[in-house]
């Protein structure tokens, strides 16, 4: 996914939560349109709200009177009520003779009477309960007798008891499959094609005069005109409202007979599931590494470990020249002495070479012997087989002050097969040599060297031993694959073949010297220097090539293809780490992230244009997490367990990457590198169970995101919405305080109360990239966000107090792209940096609020009504804006450390990443049955410019510090 799919989900971090109570109480949907106002249209929602009746026109002709002013549907049973006088009263009698009681009983929660009183004059009063008062029930306001005006006349004795009715409220739930919609989120596999059965019931039927069910994005089911029965289902899938791959969101609209409409919402998400979400993800990402960039930019990098400049893994490039070793040998070898040997270097198939075995020599071995007359000299002859085991490697890292390993790899135009150029000055090879006589020489009567003998020697081979030392090239013409642990495996289909593996130069300027007996099973060879000669001198020439052939083979083979994978193995076990910015808020800014990466099986990787040298192209095994575990985060496992219903997973797209239209964009140089949203969903996941997504907005946070947003006139947040008083406004306009009951207490709110939102998301975000594109060229996706849960919490003189627990689903449209970081704080660590850019449209945008009640998520008892007022514009004018400043500019790291590459001192090295050295470019993709995003990196022409600055110069990308 490369290194920027990690950061795209360091959004969706910032719209969190958890668990909820019941999804039954009221919320409205909002769909922002270009230039409304911040007060976000509702179609087809509202409280039932009148105009409030006004006293009789003969109001208090008769003597003091009192007057009730409350809608002729009744009253919300979270509100309060004004009342009216005829005359100014005595304030202080009518508070101490006023109390309320509810038909068969019950006078309101809290301190006599239930609640406060709120004087606009002497003949206007707003009593507010502490509490909620009972939902349809019937309630007398009774007036004492001692209640009086500032004249001392008492009340008609017709105004002492004013009696209204509360209007009945319409509570819903429902269940997805029989999984409850409300504390957890709800998760279905699609696995065998499972019905989706919604069911809902709901209180107060006789009150209803209308339902309907919606889909949030389009689509309508009537349910019922007559609404008596109190439920309702149906099976989603065979309904023309049928729920698609990712979050699915919906909502029953209620009308009642007050006239108001309100809406309940439901959503799960549905989809294939990803049978392991903490592993590597199938086609996560695919790549093509180019032959302009990318591959000279490997071969580079191997010329450096030559140069030993860093270690991979802690070994140097000899220490995997050497390799394992072992004594024992393979069934075909001449089994005479046991002696260590590199195991890398064999003819034998399999990981291990284990000596080259089995060269054969006719007539390798002649003695003459001068027996007496009449005898005479007898000459013979014996064939002779060969083992060769290499002991010892060393590659120096320099010959007369110049790099001594030269490295190109290629593919060429028109070709599926890479070109391995392998350059060098000096090698030495420490060799050890088992020969067998297959027959007996100098037989008369008996033979003086049996058949059979077995010698031992030691030999030197020396590159440049009598030459100068210049680079002396071998080429070979490999396939290359991947296995299904992701290694790469290099293949020359005929080393025999010239044209395929040439090995002339190094074969040519090659000598093998210091060959000496250890040792011999017949006394009389080991006397015999004839023998030993005519091994050293006609056998090992005519095998020399041979021998050649085959260790270079082993070096293309094995010795450079597990120096490549010893870096692939760590990408896909240890990954590349992500550290984001120290200016996020907290607890962005202590995660550090984790890409990995994999091979998938492919048999050939190489691919070209016939027209132009190609690279290497192939589809990733991907994976995305939190590398500390987000140790400060609140994880959703600790609210509730287990926290979501169903599977513990996310939903997959399957689609696959067709990487032969990456080829094809390659006419234009760049490595390519293609970034699927399992990648992205991966990560959300791992984000989401750690807790990272869980947030709390307050004053401190949004002031750190202006800060480092530079405080941009169209991006700056505002805290207005973060104090109390925001709220009192539309509770009690003009009045800075107001006390409420919490079950135990009288809790004053102030409206200079600090508030914060804490978010919890009870359930795992979505990303979809969208096959369609902005006119700049930038791939267009979508989020989804179901059961967002914001709490908003009011510190006041006593402490915490919960003021509204809101529930969010929402469908929100943007853009993605790779920008250079604009660095508005000027820091220091941050210039020269690519940065993602996500930017959410709220002019795309729909979303549901939902206002809980009850005890613990009310427990205040504030309006829903009245609370969803005020948060109306939250997601539009808050959590958005709050995203897109996160969002609008997020550094990648200046270097991409991997893990593997170090220096002698441990300091580790990676990719530099600065803009200085490479260019990151998102492109346009037309092929729109593969939504990825699709970046090309190429180099900074300043830095490197194809064809015009030396190729060594991208050795340079490698950083250590």
Same mark, same amino acid.
């Given at each position: ?143 004492? #007798?001692?209640?009086?005006? =500032?004249? %001392?006349?008492? !009340? /008609? $004795?017709?105004?002492?008891? +004013? ?120 086609? #996560?990402?695919?790549?093509? =590494?180019? %032959?302009?960039? !990318? /591959? $000279?930019?490997?071969?580079? +990098? ?660």
């Amino acid at each position: 996914m490369g290194k920027r799919s990690w950061i795209i989900l360091v959004a969706i971090t910032l719209l969190g939560g958890c668990g909820h109570d019941s999804g039954t109480m009221p919320y409205t949907l909002f769909q922002a349109v270009e230039g409304e106002s911040d007060a976000a249209q509702s179609p087809g929602t509202n409280d039932g709200s009148t105009v409030l009746p006004s006293p009789p026109p003969d109001f208090g002709l008769d003597g003091p009177e009192a007057f009730l002013r409350i809608a002729p549907s009744g009253l919300d049973h979270h509100g309060e009520f004004e009342i009216v006088f005829s005359r100014p009263m005595d304030t202080a009698s009518v508070e101490a003779g006023f109390s309320m009681s509810a038909s068969g009983g019950g006078a309101p929660l809290g301190p006599t009477p239930g609640g406060t009183f709120s004087w606009l004059n002497y003949r206007h009063v707003i009593f507010t309960p502490y509490a909620p008062i009972q939902e349809n029930k019937t309630y007398t306001a009774h007036f004492a #007798g001692g209640v009086q005006t =500032l004249a %001392g006349d008492p !009340l /008609l $004795p017709d105004s002492t008891d +004013l009696v209204f009715h509360t209007r009945p409220w319409v509570s819903m739930a429902h269940t997805v499959n029989s999984m409850p919609s409300g504390n957890r989120g709800i998760i279905i596999s699609s696995a065998g094609n499972p019905p989706i059965t919604l069911s809902s019931t709901w209180t107060n039927g006789d009150y209803i005069t209308k339902i309907q069910l919606h889909r949030l994005d389009g689509g309508t089911i009537d349910v019922c005109t007559s609404c008596t029965s109190g439920s309702y289902s149906v099976n989603l899938k065979s309904s023309s409202l049928s729920p698609t791959f990712g979050i699915n969101q919906y909502y029953y609209s209620v009308e009642t007979e007050d006239g108001a409409v309100r809406n309940y919402p439901v959503a799960f998400t549905y989809g294939t599931l990803s049978s392991n979400p903490n592993a590597l993800q199938d086609d #996560g990402a695919a790549a093509f =590494l180019d %032959g302009t960039y !990318l /591959l $000279p930019t490997l071969s580079r +990098l191997i010329e450096r470990f030559a140069h030993q400049d860093f270690k991979i893994n802690n070994q140097t490039f000899n220490d995997f020249a050497n390799g394992d070793t072992q004594t024992g040998k393979p069934g075909n070898c001449i089994d005479y002495k046991n002696f260590s040997y590199l195991r890398n270097y064999g003819n034998h198939s399999g990981q291990y070479g284990d000596g080259y075995c089995g060269y054969h020599v006719s007539d390798g071995a002649q003695l003459c012997i001068d027996f007496p007359w009449p005898v005479g000299e007898v000459c013979s002859k014996s064939d002779v087989t060969l083992d060769v085991f290499v002991t010892g490697v060393n590659i120096p890292a320099e010959a007369d002050g110049n790099e001594n390993i030269g490295a190109d790899i290629s593919i060429p135009a028109g070709t599926t097969q890479a070109r391995v150029d392998l350059k060098g000055r000096k090698a030495y090879l420490d060799l050890k040599i088992e020969a067998t006589l297959d027959d007996g020489l100098v037989c008369v009567g008996a033979c003086v060297v049996s058949a059979g003998t077995e010698i031992l020697f030691d030999a030197k081979a020396e590159l440049n031993r009598s030459y100068p030392n210049d680079l002396r090239t071998s080429t070979s013409f490999s396939t290359l694959s991947s296995d299904s642990s992701g290694n790469l495996k290099l293949t020359i289909a005929n080393p025999d073949d010239p044209g395929q593996l040439s090995i002339a130069d190094w074969n040519n300027h090659l000598d093998v010297y210091d060959l000496s007996v250890q040792d011999t099973t017949s006394w009389v060879a080991d006397m015999l220097s004839s023998v030993v000669n005519s091994i050293g001198n006609d056998i090992v020439p005519q095998v020399q090539g041979k021998i050649v052939r085959d260790i270079l083979k082993d070096f293309n083979e094995r010795i450079a293809v597990q120096v490549l994978n010893a870096a692939l193995t760590s990408l896909a076990s240890d990954g590349v780490t992500l550290q984001l910015p120290d200016y996020l808020p907290a607890p962005l800014n202590q995660m550090d992230l984790n890409a990995k990466i994999q091979l998938s099986q492919s048999t050939n990787l190489a691919k070209s244009l016939s027209w132009k040298d190609g690279g290497l192209a192939n589809s990733l095994k991907g994976g995305m997490y939190v590398l500390n575990g987000c140790m400060p985060c609140e994880k959703p496992s600790t609210l509730i367990s287990p926290p979501v219903q169903g599977p513990q997973s996310f939903v997959t797209n399957n689609y696959g990457f067709d990487l032969n239209y990456m080829v094809g964009r390659s006419a234009v140089n760049g490595t390519y590198l293609g970034l699927h949203e399992n990648t992205l969903n991966q990560l959300l996941f791992q984000l989401w169970q750690v807790g990272g997504l869980n947030l709390t907005l307050d004053k401190a946070f949004i002031d750190q995101v202006n800060t480092f947003t530079g405080n941009l006139p169209t991006l700056t947040l505002t805290t207005s919405l973060l104090r109390a008083g925001t709220i009192l406004n539309v509770l009690s306009p003009g009045r800075n305080q107001i006390y409420r009951w919490d079950g135990s207490t009288v809790v004053a709110v102030d409206a200079d109360d600090p508030v914060r939102l804490r978010l919890r998301p009870r359930s795992v975000p979505y990303i979809r990239f969208l096959p369609t594109f902005t006119a700049a060229g930038t791939r267009e996706l979508q989020l989804q966000i179901s059961d967002l849960e914001i709490q908003v919490i009011g510190n006041g003189v006593g402490g915490d107090y919960i003021m509204a627990t809101l529930v969010v689903n929402a469908t929100v449209n943007g853009s993605v792209d790779i920008v250079t970081f604009s660095n508005p704080t000027s820091q220091p660590q941050y210039t020269n940096l690519q940065a993602l850019n996500v930017t959410l449209d709220p002019h795309q945008l729909v979303y549901t609020m939902q206002v809980l009640d009850g005890s613990t998520n009310n427990p205040l008892g504030l309006s829903p009504d009245t609370v969803r007022g005020v948060a109306t514009p939250l997601v539009r004018s808050l959590i958005v804006p709050l995203l897109n400043n996160v969002l609008k500019e997020v550094p990648l790291p200046s270097i991409a450390y991997l893990s593997p590459f170090s220096l002698t001192d441990g300091t580790n090295c990676g990719i530099d990443m600065g803009t200085d050295k490479l260019k990151v470019e998102n492109v346009a993709v037309n092929d729109t049955s593969t939504p990825m995003v699709l970046l090309r990196l190429s180099t900074n022409p300043f830095f490197f410019n194809p064809g015009v600055t030396p190729n060594d110069t991208l050795g340079q990308l490698l950083e250590c510090n």
